[in-house]
């Protein structure tokens, strides 16, 4: 699993820093996200994929999943 994220489109919503802590957060200058871990450990995938599907503005991307994971 790969991640990235597009500060462009943040909103600050924040949806993501809470669903997957450990994977990413917000900047305190503008609240926008910050990508702590492009690959998260087994122990976080799911989080980060939930957080995904959660961000209002579409600004977090799962790039390249891992077909063993699937």
Known sequence: MRLSADRDRCA???MCALTAPEVFDQDDE?????????TPGPEHRAAARMAVGLCPAGAIALDAPDPAEQ
């Open 12 to 14: 600050g919503a924040g």
């Open 30 to 38: 503008e609240g926008l996200v910050v990508l702590l871990s492009p």
